[in-house]
């Protein structure tokens, strides 16, 4: 008997499947639709507006036919998916609701919950910190673009809008509010505050991320709030830090040694507001902030904060008559999407706010059952990422801010605001699966060896 030939294993044993590819492709189409819209292929902006949809139906195909599918939200995915069709079907029987008016719809209410859990289920740790890298690399030609937006004319191409002829949200001083490769300022208001996630927990963490890369990106993220004009973006960027802070009242190692990154935080937002542009832009946004918080909570935040949040709820309970018109409008009807369609002008017939389109679209009762499990869904996240923290991993409760304001608030018929709910609840499901591995040193001259196998020979 001869010893044989080694033969190494097969190339493509490592080989990324097509399933975290389509969530590759998620996330990409997410940041980049905008850019398709307004300056690759401006004819087809409509059509844009459901790219990603197409992928959502084949991430969930693929975790079907490749046993991928998380079973623990078979339930829930398929209570919603029974009612909601079910609701969508009596609505074109009985108010005569279009069909693809209902088809719109329920593509809004519907589909990015399953494709959240799939990718949240199927994402682990390193492909976690993957996404993380290059949230953080992308933030940086995204505000080198937002300050040429804010510093450009309003008729300029840079500031296009996301239809043929618009543009841009105007911002104080004949600046607009710049939107990087979003459609609208909605894109940079909630792709800031996950980069802001990132930086914080890979400044505590060691090898997260290269350490250059993470206080460029802080550097982004303080730049970007100013250009953008966004108060969201403010708020959640805070409520980022004072989950940071309640992660380091839970006693996390990490966060307790956080003063030896206030310092250089300092430092970081000195050397960003030298820049003549942060100068300006941050006189443009404090004139913005002041006269929004006079119209909203007369100069007090937590009123403003209030009037945005909680009162549209309130409001819309005591204006529903909850004995007329038990099916609603119908599913998509209220969009300025189906509104344009159907009439010709783009308005929103159901109003702009999540609660009042639920109510109004589904009926009383189904929109108001469809809000709370929104709800209870943010809060059960919300739950774990506090139980997470408290057994030492705060990745989560870092995305809570965005997790909850998207998932209980946030308006799905928006693209933008729904591909971000969809990777703040993948993102915040896979972080409550384990803690997110250390990159290699760069300097490691450690060789991994191909496995191999033995043949004998005659």
């Given amino acids: 008997m001869a010893l044989g030939k080694w033969r190494t294993a097969p190339a493509d044993r490592h080989k990324m499947p097509l399933l975290k590819k ?9 940041i980049f639709e905008g850019a398709l819209r307004k300056w690759v292929l401006p004819q087809y902006s409509a059509p844009l507006l459901l790219i990603r949809d197409p992928i959502g139906l084949l991430i969930i195909f693929e975790a079907y036919r490749t046993n991928k599918w998380p079973e623990k939200w078979s339930a829930i995915t398929g209570a919603l998916a029974v009612g909601l069709i079910a609701l969508c079907v009596i609505q074109v029987a009985v108010n005569d609701n279009p069909w693809p008016a209902a088809i719109y719809g329920l593509r809004s209410y519907l589909l990015p919950f399953p494709v959240a859990f799939a990718m949240g289920e199927n994402l682990d740790a390193e492909d ?11 933030m940086l030609p995204e505000t080198a673009l937002a300050v040429l937006q804010y510093a450009a004319p309003s008729d300029s191409i840079l500031n296009a809008g996301a239809y043929a002829a618009g543009t841009q949200v105007t911002y104080v001083g004949l600046h607009v509010r710049a939107s990087g490769t979003f459609s609208f300022v909605v894109g940079p208001a909630s792709f800031g505050p996950m980069v802001a ?21 802080a550097f982004a993220v303080i730049l970007s709030m100013p250009v953008t004009g966004s108060r969201e973006f403010v708020y959640k960027v805070a409520a980022v830090v ?20 206030i310092v250089p935080l300092a430092l970081v937002f000195v050397l960003v507001s030298i820049l003549p542009v942060f100068s300006e832009s941050s006189h443009s946004f404090g004139e ?10 007369g100069g007090n935040v937590g009123l403003a904060i209030a009037q945005r949040t909680v009162e549209p709820i309130q409001t819309r309970l005591e204006q529903t008559d909850f004995g007329s018109n038990p099916f609603g409008l119908g599913m998509g009807r209220g969009s300025a999407a189906v ?6 002008s783009a308005k929103f017939v159901a109003g702009e706010g999540e609660i009042d389109r639920a109510v109004i679209e589904l009926g009383p009762l189904p929109g108001i059952a469809f809000t709370l499990f929104r709800f209870v869904l943010a809060l059960t996240i919300l739950v774990k990422a506090f139980s997470k923290t408290r057994a030492g991993e705060p990745l ?21 605001e729904q591909g971000f709910m969809v990777m703040a609840i993948a993102f915040s499901l896979a972080a409550l699966k384990a803690p997110v591995p250390q990159a290699a040193p760069a300097h490691s001259t450690t060789l991994r060896r191909m496995p191999v196998r033995y043949s004998m020979g005659r």
């Fill in 242 to 261: 004072a989950c940071g802070g309640v992660a380091g009242a839970f006693g996390v190692t990490e966060f307790l040694k956080s003063l030896k990154i």
């Fill in 128 to 138: 976690l910190r993957r996404f993380a890298k290059w949230t953080l690399w992308l």
């Fill in 22 to 30: 389509l969530f590759w492709l998620y996330f990409l189409l997410l």
């Fill in 197 to 217: 996630v990132f930086v914080l927990y890979g400044l505590v963490k060691d090898k997260f991320a290269e350490i250059w890369l993470l206080w460029a990106a």
């Fill in 396 to 416: 989560a409760l870092l995305f809570a801010p965005l997790m909850f304001s998207s998932v209980a608030l946030g308006v799905l018929e928006q693209p933008t």
């Fill in 339 to 344: 509104s344009k369609l159907l009439s010709g």
């Fill in 288 to 297: 913005r902030f002041s006269e929004a918080n006079q119209a909203e909570g």
